[in-house]
Every structure is written in C-alpha cells, then in structure tokens.
C-alpha cells in the first residue's frame, strides 16, 4: 500500500501499541473461529429455530443493557487491568465450555448463557482497548496508523481466516474452536498485562464521584453537546439501520434475484470481508488525501449508492462488486472517524463518551433488521434496498455542516491536544488533555 520511500518515512510504533496490536491478532482469530463455531454446535444441540437464534443474537445484548455504565467504570478503573481482568474471565468461560463439550454435559441453554458471559467480557475490553489508543500512539497521524493495523487484524481474523479456520476445526472435534479461542485470550492477557504504564485517569483535586447514574449521565450529556460527535453517532445509527436491513435480507436477494446458491451466497459475503480488509489499509493513505469531514460524506454517499446498485442489478458480479465497495468504504470510516472521536474524547470521560456514541449507532440495527423485513413484505424485496441506499445518501448530503471540515478542525482546536494522557509510560510525546471544549453544544 505504501512506496518505499513512505515506508522509511513512517517511524516505527510504539512497543505498547505492538503489544496492543498482537494481543488484538490473536482475539479476533479466536472470535472469528468461534464465530463459526458456535451456530454448528448449537445445530447439534437443537432443532428449535429461537433457540438458535437466540445463542447467536445473545453477545449483543449486553452492550443495550450495560454499555453506559460499562463505560463509566472503565473511567474509573485502571484500563489495562479491565482488558486483562476481561480476557482472564473469558478464558475461564471458554475453557469451562470447552470441557462440558468435551465430557458432552453441554446443552442449548448453556451455550446462550456462555455467549452472554463473554459479551460482557467484550464490552469491557473494547470500551478500555478503545481509551487507551490515544494514550499507545503519538499524535493523529501515528493513531490513523494504528486503528489501521487494528481493524486489519479484526477484519482478517474475523471475517476470513477465523470462520474457515473455525469450521475446519470443528469437524476435527467440537471442542477445538472454543479451545482455540481460549488459548487466543490466554496471549491476549499476556500482551496486555506487560504492557508498561500508569493507565488510569490522572489524579484531580476534585472530589471523587461515586453516582454510577450520574458519571453515565456526565458521559452522555457531553457526547450530545458535542456538534460534531453527536452527529457522527446520528449518522451511524442510520448508516446501521440501513446495513442491517440489507444484510438480513441479502440470502433472499441472492436467491430469489441473482440465482445464487449456498456457494454463491458464501462468496457475496466474502467480498464485503475482502473489500474491507483492503480499506483497513488504505485508510492511512485517504486520510492523507482527504479531511475527515469530506471523507465521512463521500464514504456514506459511496455506500448508499452502492445499495442502491445491489437493488437495481440482477448481476451477481455487479452485485459482489457493490458489496466489496461497501466493505472499503465502512472499513475507512470505522478507521478514520473511529480515530477522531478517540481524539476528541477528553481522556478523563473517553470510555462513557465511547460507549455512549457505541450504543446510540447499534440502536439502529434492530429497527432495521424489522423495517427491513416489513417493506419487503409489504413492496418489494428490492425496496429496502432502494430506499435504504437513497436514505444514507440523503442523511451524508444533510451532516455535511456539522461534519465539514471547518466545524472538525475547530473541534479539534478546542481540545487542544485530545490524544494526550500523561500519566502513560509510553514512545509517545504528550500532554494533559483538555476538558470540554468551549461552545461544544454550539458548533
């Protein structure tokens, strides 16, 4: 992706970051066998469509019910002891899982309850692996470049060689995947817990607050008053409003519509996952080339059309091409919009605003998983697709003020130095970060 002479250019990451990015490595290929495995076991253990439903759809409760306090508590905590504490507790999960199938003393009921367990691991680890990477990389720059790495790695191990790695393993014994898995949080725990540094919030002379509500509360109201974080959540929301309808109703478009089978189907999926890898590295280089506010309106708009192609076509081509193209496109954003809000986040409330603007954008997914569904039945199966498309290019068109890119850059100038986290041991060169911006509410 880089010429010779950008490579010598680029200075090396931080050792913190590496061991951040490793232990990244190894948990997303352990998800992404599991993510395989998980539906093929819960098939052998019953023939009831909810219940298997259920044991996939469960990891995602837990960021609705605890993601805001989550948040608050990962505020208050040391963040490298909550990504340790939260890969020990998902190995003891996992492992535990892995001997009830091994002595076959699993059941259904205990595959869902294992699944909820560990997505509550996930919130905590994700909501603490996000606060401390402005603290683990120097400046924007070098914070593009490691969500880079980051979300290769989810995405590779995710999306690609963990589902096939996972259902290979599992016709070898139904107990490998979720061994695997747990080995994958054993050399996560390892790499966070020689990770060197303070990483905690840096003593106030405040008093100390203890209302959980209220630092939820604290947490939220700063992420509404804020133009420009309020919109990107906004936009999310609607952006996964949109994917999710289409995605619950892509096996039906490429079955009814494109004459696809079950190979057929696997390799329209793909093509998002390979499209997206691609994006997770090139979003270094687009950031170079275009501002974050241009970039946010041109990758929605690009994703709508690209909707509204897969409506439109009765290719398959065309329609794997579109799915590629949508796959770069949100790989990019995830990338360099993920990268803003770290840096505009203050250091002291960057997990509550964090997980705040998380919850927000997935509120969107289950209304439109069910909008989906009903315009199909009711129009068309196309429509969703249309229309939806047609939304996302719409709603990209009406953000432009807040997200432009003079209202960012003076975002950013408020804050300062937003990356900054002084009490991290760390490569980096920082600066105590500062508080709210002035006129938040009013950009």
Known sequence: MFSSKEKEAQPRMSSSFNKVWVATISSSLGDGVQMAALPLLAVQLTDDPMLIGASGAVAMLPWFLFGLPAGALVDRWNRKKVMLRADLVRLAI???????????????????????????????????AQTVMPVVTSGEKELIRGNSRISAAQINGEQLVGPTLGGVLFTVSHSLPFIGNAISFLVSAICVGSLK????????????????????????????????????SGTAAVGNLVFTAQMSLLVLLAKNELGLGEVGYGLLLSSTAVGAFIGSFAATTISKKLQVGTMRVLGMSLEGLAIIGQGLTDSAWVAGAMMAVIGFSMSVQIVVVGSLRQRLAPANIRGRVLSA??????????????LGGYLASTVSLRTPFIWGGALMVLVALASYPALSNRAIRAATEALGDPAADPKADTTADTTEAAEEPAGASAK
């Open 357 to 370: 603007s998380r919850l927000i954008s997935l509120v969107g997914a289950p209304v439109g998983g069910l």
């Open 197 to 232: 540094g303070d990483f905690g919030n840096a003593p106030t002379d405040e008093p100390v607050r203890r209302n959980l509500r209220a630092e939820v509360s604290e947490g939220l109201t700063w992420l509404l008053k804020h133009r420009v974080l309020r919109t990107l």
């Open 94 to 128: 996992l492992a535990l899982l892995a001997v009830a199938v091994l002595t076959g003393n699993i059941n259904i009921y205990m595959l869902i309850v294992a699944g909820f367990a560990l997505g509550c691991g996930d919130i905590f680890f994700d909501i603490a």
